[in-house]
């Protein structure tokens, strides 16, 4: 029974209630409503990203830090300190990692965890070899401990913005299809 009908504001600010049907069969009054609703989310999409940008300067001006932290390495080691994009990048990061690895644990630690979160976060390749380096830099708990910690939080961030600085991104400019996914959504939704 609490499927079958949906409650919607009014002009006047009063709840109303109307069959699910209707609203889910696509009538003009219920593609107002979410074209209005997305208007509505539409409005701070401005602020969005700009708290977008500004998190995600944040993160690279950490990461700045933790590089700017790391001990001195010779010229041919400072090529090989990037993102691998491939397995040659991969192994010849892990050639200076495990060479720095036991003097420097702590540094070494906290650069492979800020940087696979930073990759995470915002979705940028090289994540799965960072998940190939942790094991050839730790013991397989430690490897395994470090790739589902780092994975979990990053996959957390990353959908926590999404959720709060891409939805206002969205209904500003693919206002037409998230009415659309939102209809499709609120229909499977009362089946």
């Known amino acids: 029974m609490a499927k079958s009908r949906i409650a919607e504001k009014s ?25 209005e609703k997305a208007c509505a989310e ?31 390495l010779s010229e041919e080691e400072r090529v090989n300190m990037k ?23 702590v ?9 696979y979160i930073f990759l995470q976060t915002f979705a940028i390749p090289g ?20 790739v589902c910690l780092c994975s979990g939080l990053g996959a957390s961030f990353c959908y926590m913005l999404s959720y709060l600085v891409g939805r206002p991104v969205v209904y500003k400019y693919l206002t037409e299809k998230a009415v659309k996914w939102s209809q499709q959504v609120l229909r499977l939704l009362l089946l």
């Open 107 to 115: 540094e070494v630690l906290v650069a492979y965890f800020a940087t």
């Open 11 to 35: 002009q006047t600010g009063s709840l109303q209630s109307t069959p699910a049907g209707d609203q889910a069969a696509g009538t003009p009054g219920s593609r107002d409503h979410l074209k």
């Open 83 to 105: 993102v691998p994009r491939d397995m040659d990048d991969a192994k010849a990061l892990g050639k200076v990692l495990s060479k720095y690895k036991d003097t420097f644990y």
């Open 127 to 146: 994540s799965i070899f960072l998940s190939i380096l942790s094991g050839f830099l730790y013991p397989f708990p430690l490897a395994l401990f470090l």
């Open 42 to 72: 539409a409005g701070s999409a401005r602020m969005s990203l700009l708290i977008l940008v500004s998190i995600f300067l944040s993160a690279a001006f950490v990461m700045f830090l933790v590089y700017k932290n790391f001990p001195q």
